[in-house]
């Protein structure tokens, strides 16, 4: 694959690399503000946010979890 016109996981490598160096210093609430900044501003988040999609099959199990469990890990302790 000498002549590859695109690199998908180079560009994808660049782009996290150029994000966390953004994003380096902020705290996971600033980062989640970020993130819903830059959503309500996308034309295709607004046209997808809403759309459901049934599955083919019947589930087996669905699991849930809080969104505590992935907020900042330093609050459990306090």
């Known amino acids: 694959m000498k002549n590859k016109v695109f690199d998908a996981v180079a560009w994808m490598r660049n782009h996290r690399a150029k994000i966390d160096g953004e994003d380096q210093g902020l705290s ?31 589930l087996s199990i669905a699991l849930m979890e809080s969104r505590e ?8 302790g306090t």
Request: no cysteine.
């Open 69 to 76: 469990t992935y907020g900042p890990k330093n609050k459990k």
């Open 28 to 58: 996971w609430e600033e980062k989640h503000a970020k993130t819903r900044r830059l959503l309500e501003k996308d034309p295709l988040w607004h046209r997808l946010k809403d759309r459901v999609v049934e599955p083919k099959e019947t």
